[in-house]
C-alpha cells in the first residue's frame, strides 16, 4: 500500500465508520457473534459415581464420574456445543513410572469414550495423549536416572495409548506432551489399523508455562521435580513455534494448537500465516482462574471480558478455541 492512501481529514474521518451500530457492523472485519461451534469444552472425568468435585482454582468447573459427566454432557449438546476434550484424573495408585495405566484399554478414559460414544454419537471427542496423568512424578513422559524425560521410549507408549483411544472412539486425538517425532509414530499406527478417519490435533507449540497450575491440581499432577523446559516451549520463542508447526504438519497433524491461549496471540498469528491447517486456541486452566477470580470480586465484568477475549482469539487468526468458559458463554447466549 502506498503510504499517502489515506485522505487526510477532514476527507477522512475514520469514526464515519464507527458512528452507529448498523455502519459498525459494516467496518467489522471479522463478527462479533460468539460461534459456539467454534468452542471445544475441556471435561474431567474422575473415577467412581455420583461425583461431582469443584476445583478449587477453578469456580465453577468439575470433576465428574462418569453417570454425572453424562449428565452434564447432555446439558452442553442442548445448548450447542459439538466437541469435548476430555481429560482422566487418575488415582494415586494407578501411576507408575511407566504409566501404563495409559494403555489399557480399559482404564478410566477409554471405558468413559465407549459409553460417551454410544450415548451422544454425534459429539465429537478429543482425548489427550500425554503420559502426565499416569506417572506418579507429573511429567508427560517416562525418564531416566536423570530425571531426563526420554523422548523415544515415551512415544512407544503414545502410541499405544493413542490407538486405545482410537479403538474406544476418540475422534481427534490430541498428543500435548511435546516429544519430537511423535505426529509421525501415531499417524503411521493409526493408518495401519485402519483409522483413516481419526484426526490428530497437534499440541504444536505448547509452552512451559505456569498458567497450567490450576490444571495440575485438578489432576493432582503436580510435578515432583524439575520443570517441563526440556521438552515444551520457552516463553521467549516465536519461531521455535513454527519450527514445531511446521514439522507437525509434515509429520501429518491435520489440527494445529497453540498454547496457553491469551498471552500467545501473536503465535497465533503466525501460525495462521504459515499453516493451512485449522489453528485451534488453548486457553488454559490459569486464564480461566484469573477471569473467574476477578469476575468473583467484581473487578471485571465478567461476560463482556469473556465474550471479548474469544473475539480477540478469532482475529488473531484461529478457527476454534478450547475454553473452559464454553459452557457459559452457550449460556449467556441463549
Ligand atoms: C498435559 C496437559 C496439560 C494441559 C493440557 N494437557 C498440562 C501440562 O502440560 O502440564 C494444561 C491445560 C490447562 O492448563 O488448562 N500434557
Redesign the pocket.
Known sequence: MPNNFQASFPLSRPRRLRQNKVIQSINAEISSNIEIDRLIY?VFILAGEKQKIEIKSMPGIYRFSLDELLKELEEICELGINKVALFPVIEQGQKDKTAQEAYNPNNLINTALRVIKKEFPNLCLIT?V?L?PFTKHGH?GICDENNYILNDETINILVKMALCQAEAGADIIAP??MMDGRILAIRKALEQNKFHNTLIMAYSA?YASG??G???EALSSSLQFGD?TSY?LNPANAKEAEKEILLDINEGADLIMVKPGMPYLDIIYRASQISHLPIIA?S???EYSMFKSAALNGYLDERKVVEESILCFRRAGCQAVITYYAKQLALWQK
Open positions: 475441556p489427550d500425554a502426565d508427560d500435548s506432551d505448547k498458567f497450567y490450576p490444571f495440575r517441563k515444551q488453548y488454559v486452566s490459569g
